[in-house]
């Protein structure tokens, strides 16, 4: 196990969805460390490992005031590398509001309405590229149907899930109720097809975690 946790936050990854410091605690756990173990490598660990311990690291009465507070969300979420390689998780932590040096720097915005909808989508395509490439939508499909197509869907709320962000869908007239009969292209290459809501094709394993294809990893394989 690693001694510390950072965010992973480079100038190659900064451009990377989910550059984060929950997200790469998130892998940890994915990887099979518990939270308590990811929470003492990402406070006390490198507090000592800086020379700031017990000053930051840790919560007592005169310590400074750097708090977060976190979520542990239970779902389906996709988790990736640099390459990048996709993993499926059940466990996802989300951070709530953090407090810098005794200040509020960060909240988390109110829930939406109908956002913790009992909805279960059978297949969430994620950031896919919907009307010539003009937007970049989540499709959720229940049975052979599309049932939304908007931003924001929620992977804990879909049985399959599909990180697509790059691929275009067509066709690109899509709207919610018809049937799901889409085909998924990156590059003007097909990579997937769905008829009736069921995967006919996924040339690039977007649906299937990387325990079974982990991009250039052999010792995964």
Not at 162 to 186: F, Q, R
Not at 193 to 211: A, S
């Amino acid at each position: 196990m690693p001694d510390t946790i950072s965010t992973d936050l480079h100038s190659a990854s900064i451009k990377i969805q989910q550059s984060d410091m929950p997200n790469v605690m998130s892998k940890m756990m994915l990887l099979g460390m518990s939270l308590g173990d990811v929470v003492a490598r990402s406070t006390v660990n490198p507090a000592k490992a800086i020379g700031k311990y017990p000053e930051l690291g840790t919560l007592a009465v005169g310590r400074t005031a750097d708090i977060a507070v976190l979520e542990e969300q239970t779902g389906v979420f996709a988790f990736k590398d640099s390459w990048p390689a996709k993993r499926l998780g059940t466990k996802r932590l989300n951070c709530v509001f953090t407090i810098r040096d005794g200040k509020l720097a960060y909240e988390r915005g109110p829930v939406a309405a109908g956002e913790a909808s009992a909805v279960i989508y059978d297949l969430l395509l994620k950031r896919v590229r919907v009307g010539n490439g003009q937007q970049t939508l989540d499709i959720g499909i229940i049975g052979n149907r599309i049932a939304h197509i908007r931003p924001g869907l929620k992977a804990a709320q879909s049985r399959i899930v599909a990180e697509v962000e790059g691929y275009e869908v067509t066709p690109a007239n899509l709207s919610e109720g018809i049937a799901a009969d889409l085909t998924l292209l990156k590059a003007s290459r097909v990579v997937m097809t769905i008829r009736n809501g069921r995967v006919i094709t996924d040339d690039d394993g977007l649906t299937i975690p990387d325990v079974s294809r982990a991009g250039p990893y052999s010792n995964f394989k």
